[in-house]
């Protein structure tokens, strides 16, 4: 599932022009093993073998539940993207594709040095997308993006080490760990450098600083921006290690994570609402979801869990799919300030009914893929704290005044400049991309349930309640 | 079975979203109300067989997708949909050469089924898709015109305070579910009603709720959308903010009655809002000139009715009003839009006035209407309103100060429902061109609608006439008892708010029927200027809420840069201390000896001192 | 013992042969030879010869592969640097040759006294690689390193004579106790600090790199390291870690890490910023120190720094015409030459420590050891500092890439270098996804 991104990338940054080909084959072919993995009881496709085995560290990949949702909708944003992007080189896709690979590995890794090997490993292609094809103040942001990242990461290589020598687990091994878990002081000290990682890459108020320069310097068609999206895997770090190894730290901790979620679900959104830039505000709008999702994971709670990862996967797709939308609008008008026409509904009904599914998908309206996610995560947050539930979900409110300004900016109001509908290429996404939406939306037990069967493990290894 | 009844009114959506363009008139009007009607007899059948069921296990984790058909819920799904279609077939004309005509009926069929969504709901997670879809439906129609800015912001302005109410609806349901640990409305009434001590957190989860209620319903303080929700099509003020959907909120109260009849508390503060809201719209009704403005704000003022209602515990009788309320005030509509269609667009009553001998069938209409909502004697409205008013005072949480405010806002309604036919239909006609009656297709559903603004109150007749719904949604609902008061005592009741109304209706009708050709009142002028700003409710939230909020959402944007900076700043002051530890590489080979022999010399002190 | 043979053959007969032989067969003849020392080295058995004075164990055969590859790859790479900057071709592989039997002399042997011979023979070629070029910059070069490297000589020696008085020994680990033990392991640990370019004795490093010929630099920053890690190594080891010289050495890591990554940020010259990289470097290899088994972890750091900074390096030689390589120089190379940057990028983050690539497994290996060492401290402090390198590591970057050219223009490589540098291209990229597979080189077996 791996290897096939991963060579699709590689011969496509020597043959650009099979890049797509090979990559919509490649991000098939590993949706559909994710798919299957969705149905599997446990850990499916567990495989084992020592990569450094003097050091301690195994090539140990499998997806459960919930890494399997990720996977699944990991490997479908890639694909819908490549469908939707056009006249875009050859090798960005590439590049997307390798950092597919590297998204893959980091969901499937039950190592933790196998993990942060890819979850390190895909800053490459990330920033050489944003650093190639990126926009004018690129190698700044390009800068504060890696040095953020590796700030957290290089902190949390330590917390790994910690992790092992600390609790005298035999390797690296997620299972090892799980066994012999470190406590005391060391763990304190070792779940914060897993926080400041995760915090970076959720991202969480105030390390999220990268975010909107990452978001606006990057390629126009918005491709790299999905990649981004998918980049962001925060929350499913916690998840999966920094929470689990550590529970009794993260009990100690919880409260501040819990307010710092709930500011930057609110902040976030709010902030949003005053960007003139199109992609900017898109990154807000996902900072702010990201914040509802740590909320919901950081309320310790099942449920809020599922909330927390199924949001996390749902936005991959529909705000990967207004980085695209961005980008089709830039193809039309050459830039990404708000507002640079409006009235567009009335020559491109098709492109605004689109946007609005987006947008309104994003609002979390019930029915479509943001919703399941937040509702779960509000239900959970409430548990933990009613107070920052409110505050976060403040943001609802927020969203909707955001989302919907941006949206009507652009397509409601007098008709102004006349501009192309959706073209062929662009309806084959659009359609997709809606029923993919819609259909998580309405049937959202294909990703929860799966989930659930994971978020009880999590529970469980923190010695929660229900 | 039951899915379909949601499902049919869905398809109607996506066929006429993707491919009504290619439609030709009326095809996709008719398709859309046939889906509609269809639904209707649907709801009916399966009512008939006993109510209907349908679960999808583990919709969300411990969350089933649940939908029933018990009598509360059949009877608003026969409303929705029986009004429902009226106004479908209406707008078949009234939307006649629209651009947008398929669009319409799209969304229009999109709306039925979000609300049928919301009715059947048996869960309420699955209750606030529907919430929230009709929402959206909201939106979309609202802004259905969306070239001008104004129906743009207005339809904004209605999904954002609508918003504020979801999020008490949203969190209502994160509590309710700490509590009881599901969501499934009939598995929590059994809870609570199983349950000795209730939960501490029961009354916040009622209160949260009803902050829902309140957003959905416009009342108190978030009433600011509904007035300007007029800017939509007017089948649409009709169908969705007037007959159907500003009544969910009364809807969700009722479907949890079961948890405010144990708070009593909370429903006190339910009636006080309900009565205020109430006495808000009635005052503000005053002030309107715009013919659509003058029913909105009625409809806000009625919707307190059903507040007040349910607040003293009479869910029933709310509901009642919910029917005849849906009756005469889509007809009040429809009317409304009639004379709309047959000015050409024109909405200003003072430019109106004499359409009596003009639109001789709409006056009609208008003029049922006019009198079912005033309370007239026998009509629709005078049952049901006048069944509140009782309920305030033989209700456990009611009280005579309720009877008595509710009594003046009926003078009040009676007046300005007066003073809404006398501007429209007596006098002179004070407009330009020849206006011109509707097509039968418009004219046919405001008969049948006229016929329920009549007769729709004889299902429930006072003690001892006959009773037909409270029997009938009984099973569904909390039961309260009532304290009922000696037959007299309670016709004599009736004698009195029937006096009440003619008397409102009379004075109104010296008041307002030649208002344009005489002097009227300092005070009542500056009135009618503070009304028409609808008590400068706006001003207050744009002032103190929105404009700040806005603000800061700039100033928030501004500090995030700032702390930007911060780190830029901080990243700065590395690179500056690398410059000064770079300065110690300056090239002089004795610099670096005599660094290197004072290191060495220093480690060996140390060493040997040590 | 044989490769040692082979190495000083190959230099001896191309120092002679150099008087008659063309400057090409000399050439040719000394990257067999190396090429042969290599074969030898993997294949050779550990052994003892000397009475012991010459030890073949894991970590001798590890330091002296990685100072042999130095110099065959600075053989192979520096050829077009020669001709551009007009160096006679011969004596430049012969000095080479001799110097890396000089690091393998020193790595492979637990007496100390050999030690300082084998640092003589690494130093004594070096010092006139360094001025090699025969320009001012090069000559000052090659005073500073000679002047300051024969006050580090001194210290050693003077430690040495502490060492013996103390212990009545030459070989490492004899056991002693006293001030005068430690002022003499203390003066050890300076004159091979020295060596190894660490704070606060490498001062000379971003002098000398920066003025030396752009290939010496290469083989001085892998090869020399190398060295002087395998003879730290021992010191340490042997002395166990009760005494000063602990402190000392966790004083010289912190110092190392925090100079030479922050300095390393006020830098404008390639060569000179890849110095102070390699001063941060020594840092890290030195945080293996502390580890319980550090030879296998210091072995493969050594290999993979190596692969990258030589990599990093020949990149500059090829770019460098004599002059340096300010940051400018490279503005555009992407155009100029992909190969070459990405070559530069896959060094440059490497050096960095990303994986996929053969530097985060050596900088994982260090960091495993200190963290069994309970040295947390100095890891969190290392680590953060890491992250500053990635600061100026990607500021290379991003001129190489995202910048257009001053100069439009192309870079000529010549094949057989292009070829070395695909391979350590390669290698960096392979040992990062199956870093287990030279694994056993270092660790014995």
């Known amino acids: 599932m791996l290897l096939l991104p991963f060579l699709a990338g590689l011969v496509g940054l020597f043959l650009p022009g099979l890049a797509r080909g090979l990559g919509l084959l490649a991000t098939l072919a590993s949706g559909l093993i994710a798919l299957a993995a969705l149905f599997a009881p446990g850990v499916a496709f567990y495989a084992e073998r020592p990569l450094f085995e003097p050091a301690g560290v195994y090539y140990a990949v499998g997806l459960d539940g919930a890494s399997a949702a990720l996977a699944l909708t990991t490997s479908l944003a890639v694909f819908l993207a490549l469908l939707a992007v056009k006249e875009v080189p050859g090798r960005m896709l590439a590049l997307g594709l390798l950092m597919t690979a590297g998204l893959l590995g980091i969901f499937a890794s039950l190592d933790l040095v196998l993990f942060y090997f890819f979850y390190e490993a895909t800053l490459i292609p990330s920033l050489l997308l944003l650093g190639v094809y990126g926009g004018a103040n690129r190698v700044r942001a390009l800068i504060k993006f890696a040095l953020f990242t590796l700030a957290g990461s290089l902190l949390m290589l330590a917390a790994i080490l910690a992790a092992r020598y600390y609790g005298g687990a035999e390797s690296f091994l997620l299972r090892d760990l799980l066994s012999a878990r470190p406590e005391g002081a060391a763990a304190t000290l070792a779940f914060l450098a897993f926080t400041l990682a995760f915090m970076v890459k959720t991202p969480l108020f105030p390390l999220h600083v990268w975010l909107p320069d990452f978001h606006a310097e990057n390629h126009p068609s918005g491709f790299a921006d999905v990649m981004g999206t998918l980049y962001k895997v925060g929350v499913y770090g916690f998840f999966r290690f920094a929470i689990p190894l550590f529970p009794a730290a993260f009990a100690a901790f919880k409260p501040y994570l819990l307010l710092l979620a709930a500011v930057t679900a609110l902040g976030a959104a709010w902030i949003a609402y ?193 | 079975m039951l899915l379909l009844v949601i499902l ?63 009598p509360l819920s059949g009877y608003m799904a026969l409303v929705v949909t029986g009004i429902g279609f009226l106004i479908h077939v209406y707008a078949i004309g009234y939307m006649h050469g629209d651009e947008g005509y398929a669009r319409f009926f799209a969304y229009f069929n999109f709306f039925i089924a979000m609300m049928l969504t919301l009715v059947l709901a048996d869960s309420y997670p699955v209750m606030f898709v529907g919430w929230e879809g009709v929402g959206l439906a909201s939106f979309l129609l609202i802004g259905f015109w969306y ?86 099509p007017t089948p649409v003020s009709a169908l969705i903010h007037a007959a159907t959907m500003v009544t969910a909120g009364v809807y969700l109260l009722a479907r949890s009655s079961f948890l405010y009849a144990n708070l009593p508390d909370v429903s006190y503060w339910i009636a006080v809002v309900g009565l205020l809201t109430a006495l808000y719209g009635a005052l503000s009704a005053f002030g309107q000139w715009d013919i659509k403005r003058i029913v909105a704000y009625s409809t806000i003022s009625q919707l307190g009715y059903m507040f007040l209602a349910a607040g003293v515990g009479a869910y029933w009788v709310a509901l009642f009003h919910v029917m005849t309320h849906a009756f005469y005030k889509a007809l009040l509509f429809l009317a409304s839009g009639s004379v709309i269609h047959a000015l050409g667009g024109e909405q200003d009553v003072r430019k109106m006035g004499g359409l009596k001998k003009h639109l001789p069938r709409t006056h009609l209409h208008g003029l049922v209407g006019a009198l079912s909502l005033a309370g ?30 509710g009594l003046f806002v009926a003078f009040l309604t009676a007046a300005y429902a007066m003073r809404w036919y006398a501007l429209v239909f007596l006098g002179e006609f004070r407009g330009q061109g020849h206006p011109h009656e509707a097509p039968p297709v418009m004219t046919v ?65 010296l008041f307002f029927r030649d208002y344009f050709k005489k002097k009227v009142p300092a005070w009542y002028r500056a009135f009618e200027q503070a009304a028409l700003e609808g008590f400068y409710a706006d001003w207050l939230y744009n002032t103190f809420l929105v404009n700040p909020a806005k603000e800061l959402a700039f100033g928030l944007g501004l500090a995030d840069r700032g702390l930007d900076r911060a780190y830029v700043y901080a990243g700065g002051g590395v690179g500056l201390l690398g410059r000064i530890l770079a300065g110690l590489e300056n090239g002089y080979l004795r610099f670096y000896a005599a660094l290197i022999l004072a290191f060495a010399a220093l480690f060996v002190l140390w060493g040997v001192v040590r | 013992m044989t490769a040692l043979a082979v190495l000083f053959l190959t230099g001896a007969l191309a120092a002679l042969g150099g008087l008659w032989a063309p400057p090409r067969a000399v050439k040719q003849g000394v990257r067999l030879g190396l090429l042969l020392a290599l074969f030898l080295l993997i294949v050779a058995p550990s052994q003892s010869a000397f009475l012991g004075l010459f030890t073949l164990d894991p970590l001798a055969r590890g330091v002296g592969l990685v100072a042999v590859l130095a110099a065959l790859f600075a053989s192979l790479v520096g050829s077009g640097y020669l001709e551009k900057t007009g160096i006679r071709a011969f004596e430049y592989h012969a000095l080479l040759a001799f110097s890396a039997m000089g690091a393998l002399a020193m790595a492979a042997t637990e007496n100390l006294a050999v030690i300082l011979v084998g640092l003589e023979l690494l130093s004594l070629p070096l010092y006139a690689l360094v001025a090699l070029r025969y320009d001012e910059q090069s000559e000052e070069a090659a005073l500073k390193y000679l002047l300051l490297g024969a006050v580090a000589a001194a210290l050693y ?83 166990g870690y009760g005494g000063v010289w602990a402190a000392v050495l966790a004083l ?66 090829q770019v460098d015409a004599g002059e340096g390589v300010p940051f400018a120089a490279l503005q555009g190379l992407i155009r100029k030459s ?42 969190v402090i290392a680590l953060l500092t890491a992250a500053v390198a990635a600061y100026y590591y990607l500021r290379l970057v991003a001129f190489a890439f995202f910048l257009p050219p001053e100069r439009e223009g192309a870079v000529e490589v010549r094949p057989l270098a292009a070829f070395a540098m695909g391979l350590v291209a390669f290698l960096i990229l392979a040992l990062g996804f199956f870093p287990q597979a030279v694994y056993g080189l270092f660790a014995g077996s």
């Open chain 1, 274 to 466: 005053a960007q003139k830039d199109y992609k900017r505000l898109l990154a807000y709008g996902a900072l702010s979801h990201m914040g509802v999702a740590a909320l919901g994971l950081f309320s310790g709670t099942a449920i809020g869990a599922v909330g927390a990862l199924f949001l996390l996967a749902a936005s991959a797709l529909y705000t990967g799919g207004l980085f695209l939308f961005a980008g089709w609008l830039f193809a039309r008008f050459g830039t990404l300030e708000l507002a640079p026409t409006h009235g567009l509904a009335k020559h491109a009904p098709a492109l605004a009914a689109f946007g609005l599914f987006l947008f309104l998908a994003m609002v979390g309206l019930p029915g479509l893929a943001g919703f399941p996610g937040e509702f779960l995560s509000a239900l959970g947050a409430w548990q933990a704290s009613p107070f920052f539930t409110l505050v976060a979900f403040a943001a609802v409110i927020a969203a909707a005044a955001y989302a919907l300004s941006a949206y009507q900016r652009l397509f409601h109001g007098p008709p102004g400049k006349a501009v192309a509908d959706l073209s062929g290429g662009e309806w084959v996404y659009a359609t997709l991309a809606t029923l993919a939406v819609a259909f998580l939306g309405v049937y959202p037990k294909l990703l929860s349930g799966p989930i659930h069967e994971a978020a009880q493990a999590f529970v469980a290894a923190i010695g929660g309640g229900k």
């Open chain 2, 8 to 70: 049919l009114p869905l398809a109607g959506f996506l066929v006429l979203g993707l491919f009504g363009r290619r439609f030709k008139e009326p095809l996709p009007g008719v398709l859309a109300s046939a889906l509609v009607f269809l639904s209707f007899l649907l709801v009916g059948a399966l009512l008939a067989s006993g109510g209907a069921r349908f679960v999808l296990e583990d919709w969300l984790p411990g969350i089933p997708f649940a939908l029933l058909l018990d």
């Open chain 2, 147 to 232: 070239t001008d800015w104004k129906n743009a912001k207005s339809a904004r302005k209605a999904f954002i305070t609508n918003r504020i109410g979801d999020l008490g609806f949203l969190l209502g349901m994160a509590l309710l579910y700490s509590l009881f640990g599901t969501l499934q409305i009939s598995e929590l009434k059994e809870a609570v009603e199983g349950s000795l001590v209730l939960p501490g957190g029961l009354a916040l989860a009622g209160l949260l709720l009803f902050v829902g209620a309140v957003g959905k319903s416009a009342q108190l303080p978030l009433m600011v959308w509904l007035p300007d929700a007029m800017a939509g």
């Open chain 2, 376 to 405: 007239f004697p026998l009509f629709a409205g005078f049952w049901s309103k006048d069944a509140i008013l009782a309920a305030t005072l033989s209700y456990p949480f009611g009280g005579v100060g309720f009877y008595l405010a």
């Open chain 2, 445 to 509: 559903p405001n008969d049948v609608l006229a016929l329920g603004a009549v007769f729709a109150g004889f299902l429930a007749l006072p003690k001892p006439l006959w009773n037909l719904i409270e029997p009938f949604l009984a099973p569904a609902l909390a039961h309260l008892e009532a304290h009922e008061p000696a037959p007299l005592v309670e016709w004599g009741l009736l004698l009195l708010s029937a006096a009440v109304a003619l008397v409102g209706l009379y004075l109104g009708y």
């Open chain 3, 157 to 239: 020696f003077y430690g040495l004579v502490l060492y013996f008085g103390a212990t009545g020994s030459f070989a490492v680990g004899a056991a002693a106790e006293g001030p005068l033990f430690a002022a003499g392991m203390v003066l050890l640990l300076s004159g091979l600090f020295f060596k190894a370019a660490m704070i606060p004795f490498g001062w000379w490093a971003p002098d000398v790199y920066q003025g030396a010929p752009t290939p010496v630099t290469l083989y001085m920053a892998a090869g020399v390291k190398a060295a002087a890690f395998a003879a730290l190594l021992r010191v340490v080891v042997g002395a």
């Open chain 3, 252 to 317: 010289a890591v912190l110092l190392t890490v925090v100079y030479g990554n922050l300095a390393a940020l006020a830098q404008g010259e390639a060569k000179r910023l890849l110095a102070y990289s390699s001063i941060a470097h020594a840092g890290y290899i030195a945080l293996a120190l502390f580890g319980p088994s550090p030879a296998p972890a210091v072995g493969y750091y050594l290999l993979a720094y190596l692969l990258s900074t030589g990599l990093a390096f020949a990149v500059l030689t």
């Open chain 3, 338 to 379: 992909p190969m070459l940057a990405g070559m530069l990028l896959l060094a440059l983050l490497s050096l960095a420590g990303l994986p996929p690539l053969v530097g985060f497994w050596g900088k994982y290996l260090v960091f495993v050891e200190a963290a069994r060492a309970g040295q947390y401290a100095l890891l």
